[in-house]
C-alpha cells in the first residue's frame, strides 16, 4: 500500500493531514502492518493538549503495546470513539481510519512527506 | 475443552469428604442481610472422587513442561529444577515452619536453621554478584524490580532533591518501564546502537534533562543477547550526576560465576532465582526476586534483614529508620530461598561459573546450527541467548506453531520489539548437544516446508489438543466469566 502524497509523516508512523489550522492524526500503513492484528485503542478525551513528540495514548495488538506519539501541538477537538469497538478499522484502512482531530496552536514542524517517510520504513526493517 | 462440569452426573458424590451437618449449629444464612442472599443454590459439579481424579489427571498429561521437554524460551532461563532442591526445601523442618515464630522471643530459638538460611544464602548472592546486602522479601523478579527503583528513589530522597526520571534503553527487559512507572518515573527511551547501550545516546538524555536523572535501568546481556561493552563510560556518565545503575537480572545465567555486577559499577540488582537458581517457574510459583544493593542504597532495604550476632545466633532486625518499609509479607518466598541455597551449595563456586559456561556454549552452538535457516541479525558472539528474524516472507508466529507439533516448546516470538519477525532462543545449560541438534533440525524442515507447502505451516499445530487459536478474537472479545447458573 503506498502513502498517500497529501498526508505528512512523523517518524513514529503517525500520518497528520493539515486542513487549515486543524490537524486528523492516524498512524501509518507500516505502523499497522509492523503492530500486527490491533486488539484495543487507548484514547485521550476531546479537550486534552497534546505536544508534539508526547503520548497521546496508545494500540495494543497481538504483539505488543505502543504508544501513540502525537505529531502536533494543540487541542484535541474531537476522538474517533468507533475505535473502542472497531479497533480492526485500524489494521483494514489505516489511512481512512483518524484517531484525533486537533485544533493546532503552533504549525508543525519536523514532519516528512510521503518519499522521505518511504525510505524511513526502509531503514526500519533488518 | 471438557471442564470438570462436563463430567457431573445429579446426586454423586464423594463418599466420606462432607462434615455432618450440627443442625443446632448458628447458620450462616440467618446472620447475612437477605439482600445478599443468593436466590438458588450454586451449580457444583456433582463427581466422584476417581472422576476429580481422572479429570484433572488428564488436564495434567496436557501440560508442557521443562521436565518433560525442551524449553528454549528466550528471556525465560527454562532450565531444569533439580530434585534435590525440592528435597531440601520439602524437609519438615523447613515445611512445616510457622513465619511468625521468627517473631515470636520464645520461639525464635526454634526458627535459627531457618534463619541462618536465608543469613547464608544472603552471603552467597553477595559473593556471586559483589554486592553488600540482599533482602529476599520481593516475591518475584518485577516486584523486586519495583523494590529496586523505589530504593533509588529513597536514595534521592534522602539527599533532598527531585529526580523524576528513569532511563530505560531499548534492549532492556519488557518489564523494566511498568516497575519504573509504577514507582512513580516518568521513563525516557535510550535507543541502543548497533544493539548496544549507546554512551552518546545517554550523554544526551542527561543534558536533555538536566537535574532530572534518578538512574538507568540495564539489562546486561540486553535483550538481543549480547553482552554490553560500553559497560565503562555508561558508569562514568551516570556517577558525574549521581544517578544510580540498575541490574535487571533477568539475563543473569550469563554471567554467572564470571562477573561480579558490583564490581561492574551497578548499585542495585534484582536476580529471578526462578531462572538463574532453578526454582520452580512461573503460575506454578511461588517466585522469589531479591534485590542486592551496594554502599549508597544499604540503609534503605526493606526490614527486617536477618543478622547474626557475636555469638552465632541469628536474629531479625526491625531497627532500620530509614527502610522503605515492608514489600513482601515476611521473609519472602522462604522455600524458594531454600532451594535455591541448595541449588547454590551443590554446585559451589566452580560449578556455577561453569553454569555461565554451558548456557553461553549452547546458545552459541545452536545460533551457529541455525545460521543460513533462520536469519541471524547480530552476527557476533552471542551470550547465553540469541535473537533470528524468520526468513523472508515467513513469520514467527508460524513457526513457532509448527515447533510445538515437532514436541517443542517455541522460543519467545516478537520480542526484542527492535528485531523484524524476532525469534529468540534460550537454549540453558541444561540441555544437551542431542537435543540441541534435533530442535534445529526441526527448525530446519519447518523452513524448508514453508517454502515448499506454505499452507501446511499456516495449518500448524496439527497434533496438538487444540488447533489454531484466533488470538485476535480472543483479545478483541474477552470472555473471562463462566456462567455458574
Redesign the interface.
Known sequence: MSNPADLLYADSHEWVKVEGDEAVVGITHFAQESL??I??VELPAAGDTVSAGKEFGSV?S???ASDLVSPVNGEITAVNDTLENA??QLNGKPYETWIIRVKLSSAPEGLMNAAAYEEHCKNE?? | MKTIFAESVEGRRAAGHAVPVDDNAPRAADMLPAALLRKNPPRLPQCSELDVVRHFTGLSKLNYSVDANFYPLGSCTMKYNPKFSEYVCALPGFARLHPLLAQLPRTAVYTQGALQCLYEAEQWLCEVTGMKAYTFQPMAGANGEFTGVQLIAAYHKSKGRRRPKMLIPDSAHGTNPASAALAGFETVNIESRDGMVDPEALARAIAQYPDEVAGLMMTCPNTLGLMETKLPAIVEELRKIDALLYYDGANMNAILGKMRVGDAGFDVVHLNVHKTLSTPHGGGGPGSGPVGVGERLLPFLPAPRVRRREDGVFYLDENLPQSIGKIGPFYGSFAVVARALAYMMRLGGEGLARVGEYATLNANYLKKRLEGVLDIPYDRICAHEFVASAPEGMRALDIAKALLDRGFHAPTIYFPLIVHECLMAEPTETESKQTLDAFADAIREIVELGRSNPQALLDAPVTLPVRRMDETAAARQMVLTEDMG
Open positions: 500486527g492484528d486488539t484495543y495494543e497481538v504483539k505488543a479497533p480492526e526493517h533488518h
